[in-house]
Every structure is written in C-alpha cells, then in structure tokens.
Nanobody
Framework: QVELVASGGGSVQPGGSLRLSCAAS????????MTWYRQAPGKQRELVAS???????NYADSVKGRFTISRDDANNTMYLQMNSLKPEDAAVYYC??????????????WGQGTQVTVSS
C-alpha cells in the first residue's frame, strides 16, 4: 500500500559528505513525522533526526551541526544531508514515515535501509 525507498548511501572518507533520500509512494493522503534511524553492527538502533509536519526538527547530539534533515511534501520525500562524516557515522540508515492512507490514520512505514561507510 505504501512503500518507502531509501537511497544515497555509499562509501566516503572521513570529512566527506553524503545526501540520503527517502521517497514514499502509494495511496498516501498525508505524511506526518519523518525520521531517520541508523544501526551499526553490534549496536542498538538510534534516532538520527526527525522532522514533523510543522517542520519541528530534532537531532541526535552526535550529529548536530553536521547533519540536516529536510522534507519535500509535494513529492513525499525526505532528505538527510550529512557533512563532516566520521567513522562512527557508519551504519545502515533507515527512513520511517508516519503515513495516513484511506484505510489508516497513522501507521509507521519503514524503508529498506541504505548503507553508509566512512573509512580512509
């Protein structure tokens, strides 16, 4: 019914940049909060950044000042601009959107994850 596709991951050197995208498709009436999570091997999943419909934004302390989350509601897409990447940013990044469809008021949908590798 609703599908999220994450893209933009890759391998960069420390200090480099990447831009992740997450596009939602399906029978979408509206999208509420959009969130990026990440999970590194052997570690718990952690919230990276979130953005609400009113553009209220939250960041994990570890990424403040380096990452920027944004959304394009006309295209049901969100982005994560990641600058000054560090080796500890390496993880699989997942996008999540709270979506309203004709059948559901609020439901979380997850993207498939995109790998970010940061190494020299």
């Amino acid at each position: 019914q609703v599908e999220l596709v994450a893209s933009g991951g890759g391998s960069v050197q420390p200090g480099g940049s990447l831009r992740l995208s997450c596009a939602a498709s399906g029978t979408i009436l509206s999208i509420y909060t959009m969130t990026w999570y990440r999970q590194a091997p052997g570690k718990q999943r952690e919230l990276v950044a979130s953005i609400s419909t009113g553009s209220q934004i939250n960041y994990a302390d570890s990424v403040k000042g380096r990452f920027t989350i944004s959304r394009d509601d006309a295209n049901n897409t969100m982005y994560l601009q990641m600058n000054s990447l560090k080796p500890e940013d390496a993880a699989v990044y997942y996008c999540v959107m709270v979506v309203r469809t004709r059948d559901t008021l609020y439901k979380d949908y997850w993207g498939q994850g995109t790998q970010v590798t940061v190494s020299s």
